[in-house]
Nanobody, 126 residues
Framework: VQLQASGGGLVHAGDSLRLSCTAPGSTLSSLAVGWFRQAPGKEREFVAAISSNGDETYYGDFVKGRVFISKNNAANTVYLKMNKLHPADTAVYYC????????????????????WGQGTQVTVSS
């Protein structure tokens, strides 16, 4: 499974962005997907995750209602909508995927994922 993350860019504080994760040649409908981010000099941080059926979601502690993950299986895409962006959100954002035994399982640890995308840079200016 090859994942492609896109949608990053340079935005101002307070703006919104929607990141996309696609899997050309594979189907995300059978995979649980997560988003992680990594800022320079910092460890990879969990952002959000969604189950393969799209019904279950989980968010990192810092999200505080600003971030929403969704899944469009027909479009074979997982989205990460981020609102009220802050300079502290500046990082490379990665999507990851894994097949799970049950379609309601969400995976929050990076070690739980088998497939990773290349990442998309998000830069938030003050």
């Amino acid at each position: 499974v090859q994942l492609q993350a896109s949608g990053g860019g340079l935005v101002h504080a307070g703006d919104s962005l929607r990141l996309s994760c696609t899997a050309p040649g594979s189907t995300l409908s059978s995979l649980a997907v997560g988003w992680f981010r990594q800022a320079p000099g910092k460890e990879r941080e969990f952002v959000a995750a969604i189950s393969s059926n799209g019904d279950e979601t989980y968010y990192g502690d810092f999200v505080k209602g600003r971030v929403f993950i969704s899944k469009n299986n027909a479009a074979n895409t997982v989205y990460l909508k981020m609102n009220k962006l802050h300079p502290a959100d500046t990082a490379v954002y990665y999507c990851a995927a894994v097949a799970t035994v049950q379609d309601i399982v969400v995976v929050v640890y990076p070690e739980g994922y088998d497939h990773w995308g290349q990442g998309t840079q998000v830069t938030v200016s003050s």
